[in-house]
Each structure stands twice: as C-alpha cells, then as structure tokens.
C-alpha cells in the first residue's frame, strides 16, 4: 500500500474511532451533549457538554467502553436524510450542538448521518465498514475547548486520542508523546520561569520573565549581528497605522478576519499591525532610488497582532502577539533570484546555528483567492523553484498555500513528534509594489518597478523560541543558557568567598547566580540541576582553603575540583 493510501486509511480509522469515542461517552454520561470529533494528525478528538467534569481517572472507564463497542463490531451505517429529517432526529436526541451545525449547511445539501447499533451521529463521513476494523487505541488527555474555538461560546471538555494499525506502532507513538510531554514548553517555560500568559491580560499575549527575556536578547543580538553583516539596515516602525493603509495593501480584502477591530483618532479608523510589510514600503518611498542603490535591505524585529481564535492557541506557538524576525528586500528583476538564493542560505546557516537539522521546506504556490496577474504569478514561483535548486535545497509542492499577493517557500522545523512548526518564510510579492509604486530609476533613466521580498529566517520569535525550549527539552546550550553558571556555598562562612567568586565571573561576562540560600547543598544542588544550569559550583571550606571550587557540569555527577581562572578558561574556549 502506498504512504498516501496507508495515511487515508489511518485517518478513517481515527475518524471512526472518534464516533466510538462519542458512542462511548453517551452510554456513560446519557445527558452528554455532542460537539465535533475529528481525526487530527496524530490521532483524533471528540468535544462533549457534560454535567461533570472530567478527570484524568476518567479516561480508563471509557476506553474499557470504546474496547467493548469494537469488540461487538458493530456496522458504520450510512444514510442520506433531508434538512427537515435531521432537525427533527436531532432534536428528539436532545442535540442542540448538531442542530446548530445543521442550521449552518447549505439549504440545498442533503445531510448525512451514520449510525452504530443505537448511536447516531452527524458525519460526512468516511468510516470504516465495522467497529471492529479499528486497531489498538488510546485516550491521551483531557483539555477544555470552546465551542467553534471562540471564546465567545460555552466550554466543552476535550477528550483526546489516537489509535493505530497494530500495538507496536501505538507504542512507539505512546513513547514519543512521553518524551514530547517532557520538552512541552508550555510546562518547561513554567518550570524554568521563562514566561508566562495571564488572564487578566488576555489570552496569546505573552509576558517575557527575566530569564526567557535574556534568551530572547541573545537571539535577538545575533540576529542583529548576522544582518549587518550581509548588509541589512535595521529599521523600526509603529504598531498601528491607518485603515486606508490596510484597504490599500489589500489586508482588509484577503486579511482581514486575522485582523482586530479598528478604532476611532480624531475622527480617524486606524488598525494595530498584522504585517510590517507597509512601513518598509514607507520607508523606501521617503526617497528616490536608482538601480546603483538596489538591492535595498531592510530589517526589523516588529511586533503585529493577529486575531487567533481562543481554541487554537497554544502556548508560544500559536499566539495573538508575536515578533516577527522581518525583512524586506527591494530589488531589480535581475537582482531577484541571487537575493533568493542568499536568503535561503541565510535561513539554513541560523536554524544551524541554532541547533535544528530535522525541517522540511515547500513551494506554497497561488491559491484560489490572489491578486495580479497569472503570469506574473508564474514567474514568481519559477524563481523560487530556481533559487532552491541554486542552493540545493531539497523541497515539496504545497499546492494553493501562497499568500494572496504572492508564492513563498516554507521551512517548517520537526518537532519530537513529528509535526511541523511554521519556521523562515520567503515570499515573492509583485503585487504591493505595483499598488504603493514601489519604483526605481533604470540606467535607462525610466521608472521600473522593483520586486520585493518578504522573509523571516527564523519565523516568528515567539514560536522560534517555543521550538527551541521544546528541541533542547529546556538543558540550552551554553551560549544561550540565562543562567551559565550557579554557585553553591556551603556554609555561611563560605560567602564571602562564594561572592568573590560569582564577582569574577560576572567580570568575565558570564551570567551567573549565588544560591545562598538556608537550605541543605543537596537541595541545592538539586534545584540547579532542574533549572537546567550548565554548571554548578560547589564552595566550601576546603576549596577556599586551596582557592578552587568544585565543578559539577550539567548532566554529570562527577565534582571535579579546580582553580577559577583554569575553569573560566574551559568555558570561554
């Protein structure tokens, strides 16, 4: 069987077992009320109105009941009923959920339902012949979910699941989702005091502590760093700007439901930043350019806001605020595909040097809704073929996922269970040039207009730096570590010398912590080894008789014993 098949095939399976899942839940709770159940990438979900709520200790109880509804095989049977018929069956089954999507098809579809034994359920479907076809399954988790992902609806609780052909590939999964729960930034950005979201805030927005904050800096410098380098020119700008701006780029046609609600200046509508995009235009058009000045390069780490529904976010990788490691590049035709090529290079050399090997990259081609010409079109995705194949990238067709001014390439980092994270985006766009007149002087001293690239070489900053918790399960690497070194004094006495010792480190532009705690060095010890610090330094009578301490590397149990400065030039190198 082929992969495409093998994955239809897993996905039906899912699919029906989300229904068994609901069968389930029914015979155990017979006032539940039912939401949706589908099949997601790694397993599937069912959403249900309870009168309790639910608890990890749940789970068992209805899985042993998933079991015995697929040990009884029953039939998936399908029928195709009108609009009145469903109302009316759904109704007498107390469903209010499945009469409020029914209400919201097509007055012309005819619905379809499926029903196992007594269970009836509203589904398109595919399911498979029987109960009994599905494979070894079980139930992961519990979450609470709004209904249709908006937080202005009730919440429902979440059960979630997956199911496999055989018990030895729901084992390796079962394993991965151990170790994934472990590198879960979400716990370690806790555990390690990195960030946080409040409430009272407002969901998806993100609150650096100053830990996460000095990681983020780190990155940031770098980043700075690396574009000066290859001739970029940091700019800034603000975070709202005038609706006709966003009218004018077309945002508010294609965009605008990822967009928040305008509000009133001085008689005025003005809208907080989805894209930078505009400013740079901006930028660029306070002067005159010719041909010698191109390729133009601009640089920022911009703030935008987006409107996520409440129901998808999900820590730092799906927020509603975030900083976008931006650029844009005007450039001439003829300039275009190197500018391709360098980008490409410039996003492979910073997910290296970050750590990350395992992502894949696509062609996203033009999508139903666009602006511009095909033809245009056309030529933008054949230079971005052309610039990957320059570089010797190794990439896929994600056929119809362009954004609507443009074709864009699509680095999407791996994860530890194997899905995919939105990384670096190169993006071809004719289209805003055209509509601001983006323009340049030829050497044949007529306007042309120039073509701009938009690109992130790490993505968003938010997201980047959940993947980057997660890909190092929060033990970062030396060069990024917020806290390198941490010294343990053992006694009182010890402090004088134990302060020396963290002002000469400090001196030398390492960042390091006293632990002088009243408390035992065992626990000490223990506390740094779970703040993931790379190095513990252990100070007592003995090492300040001999002027040494007693180094206890990450990872190790070993305490090595040596002088400061041979330490200080162990790390440094």
């Not at 077309?250 to 609600?261: P, Q």
């Not at 999900?314 to 900083?323: A, Q, Y």
């Not at 997660?470 to 030396?478: D, K, L, N, S, T």
Request: with cysteine; glycine share 6%.
């Amino acid at each position: 069987m082929s992969d495409k098949k093998q994955a239809t095939k897993l996905e039906t399976m899912r699919h029906s077992c989300s229904h068994v899942l609901a069968e389930a839940v029914l015979e155990i709770f017979p006032e539940a009320k039912l939401g949706i159940g589908p099949a997601t990438a790694d397993g599937f979900y069912y959403d249900f109105q309870l009168p309790v709520p639910l608890s990890e200790k749940d789970l068992p109880k209805i899985e042993d009941r998933m079991k015995a509804i697929i040990k009884n095989n029953k039939a998936f049977e399908k029928s195709i009923i009108s609009r009145e018929e469903a109302q009316k069956l759904f109704k007498k089954l107390e469903q209010p959920l499945k009469l409020e999507l029914i209400a919201e098809l097509p007055k012309d579809d005819k619905i379809t339902i499926y029903r196992t034994g007594n269970f009836i359920d509203l589904c398109r479907g595919p399911h498979l012949a029987s109960t009994g076809k599905i494979g070894p399954l079980k139930l992961t988790s519990i979450a609470g979910a709004y209904w249709r992902g908006s937080e202005q609806n009730q919440q429902l609780q979440r059960i979630y699941g997956t199911c496999f052909n055989d018990n030895s590939e729901l084992s390796e999964y079962l394993e991965k989702l151990e170790e994934a729960e472990k590198r879960d930034h979400r716990k370690l950005g806790k555990a390690l005091d990195l960030y946080s979201v409040s409430d009272d805030i407002g969901p998806g927005l993100i609150l650096w502590h100053p830990k996460g904050s000095v990681i983020r800096k780190i990155i940031e410098d770098f980043w700075r760093e690396e574009h000066l380098k290859r001739d970029y020119q940091l700019v800034f700008s603000p975070h709202i700007a005038r609706e006709l701006i966003w009218k004018k780029s077309g945002h508010l046609d294609f965009y605008s439901e990822n967009m928040f609600s305008s509000f009133g200046i001085e008689g005025d509508h003005y809208l907080i930043k989805p894209m930078n995009c505009p400013f740079h235009i901006a930028i660029y058009k306070t002067h005159l350019h010719s041909y010698k000045d191109l390729p133009i390069r601009y640089a920022e780490l911009g703030m935008v806001y987006r409107y996520e529904k409440s129901g998808v976010l999900h820590g730092l990788t799906r927020v509603r605020g975030f900083t976008q490691d931006d650029a844009h590049i005007f450039c001439t035709q003829g300039q275009m595909e190197d500018e391709l090529v360098k980008t490409v290079k410039l996003a492979q050399f910073m997910l290296k040097k970050f750590g990350f090997k395992n992502y894949k990259v696509y062609l996203a081609t033009r999508p139903e809704d666009f602006v511009g010409k095909i033809e245009i079109w056309d030529k933008a995705e054949k230079a971005l073929d052309s610039a990957l194949k320059k570089a010797g990238v190794e990439f896929q067709i994600d056929d119809g996922e362009g954004v609507f001014y443009g074709p864009k390439i699509d680095i999407k980092l791996e994860d530890s269970l194997g899905r995919l994270w939105q990384g670096p985006t190169i993006q071809i766009d004719f289209n805003e040039p055209k509509k601001f007149k983006v323009n340049y002087t030829g050497d044949d001293g007529q306007e042309h207009q120039a073509i701009m690239i938009h690109r992130t070489v790490l993505g968003s900053m938010e997201r980047f730096f959940g993947c980057l918790v997660e890909h190092y399960a929060g033990a970062f690497p030396w060069w990024l570590a917020p806290v390198q070194v941490k010294v343990v004094q053992i006694t009182d006495r010890n402090q004088k010398y134990a302060k020396k010792i963290v002002e000469e480190l400090s001196r030398r532009k390492l960042r390091v912590e006293l632990d002088d705690r009243n408390e035992s060095v065992g626990k000490k010890i223990r506390d740094a080894e779970l703040e993931k610090v790379p190095y513990i330094l252990v100070v007592g009578d003995k090492e300040e008789k001999a002027e040494s301490v007693s180094v206890r590397k990450r990872g190790s149990k070993e305490l090595k014993s040596l002088k400061i400065d041979k330490f200080i030039l162990q790390v440094t190198e």
